[in-house]
């Protein structure tokens, strides 16, 4: 978390509009922490986005397009089952480009399947750091939950979460 995901998704998604491509954006629809019609980054920058229940949303709404459609965005990809692969892969052969930014690994340092499976597909992976909450260094790659209560999947901020890094999240553990 708070590693720059969104912000690279949002980036990506800037230049196919200054080249005038079409582009859809996606998310969640069970991510309503800044918006539910926006992909928000944490800095507050916002784009207009649609949100789905499901994977199926997200090809329901790219078949629907009158047009080529030249890219698909789709943030917090963590959150979507894993038929989403399928989905992607079917996106790709009808020849649109497919950006998905999303946490590789959940509080308890395990891999989200979902993102697992994409990583494996995509042609490129860009791995992104936050600042440790507790250290001060650019080397945060997890996330700490303040109260561990079980469940994987669980909207939340900083109210629920830390950036730490491999250290400090072992030395929290004890
Ligand atoms: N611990 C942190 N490390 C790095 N950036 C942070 C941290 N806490 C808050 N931020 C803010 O989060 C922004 C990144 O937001 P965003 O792109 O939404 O990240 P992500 O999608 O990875 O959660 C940074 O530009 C910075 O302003
Ligand atoms: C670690 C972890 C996170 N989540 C949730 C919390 C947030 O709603 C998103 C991550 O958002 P960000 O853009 O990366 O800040 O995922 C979760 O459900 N389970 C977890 O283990």
Redesign the pocket.
């Known amino acids: 978390?708070?590693s720059g995901?969104?912000t690279e998704l949002l980036n990506f998604a800037e230049i196919y509009e200054i080249g005038r491509k079409n582009i859809l954006l996606f998310k969640p629809r069970i991510?309503e922490?800044y918006s539910k019609e926006h992909i928000v980054t944490?800095k507050l920058f916002k784009v207009d986005a649609i949100p789905v229940n499901s994977a199926d949303g997200i090809l329901a709404h790219y078949e629907n397009f009158k047009g080529k459609v030249d890219g698909v965005f789709v943030d917090?990809v963590?959150f979507f089952e894993t038929n989403i692969c399928t989905i992607v892969r079917q996106i790709t052969q009808y020849g649109t480009d497919v950006y998905c930014a999303g946490?590789d690994m959940?509080?308890l340092w395990e891999p989200f399947e979902t993102t697992a499976l994409l990583l494996a597909m995509a042609d490129e992976v860009i791995k992104k750091k936050a600042v440790c909450e507790i250290c001060g260094e650019y080397k945060a790659t997890l996330?700490f939950?303040k109260k561990s209560n079980g469940n994987?999947?669980?909207?939340?901020g900083k109210e629920k979460?830390i950036a730490v890094c491999k250290e400090c999240y072992s030395k929290l553990q004890k």
């Open positions: 978390m708070y995901k969104t991510d922490r944490h917090e963590h946490l959940n509080y996330s939950k994987i999947f669980d909207v939340g979460y």
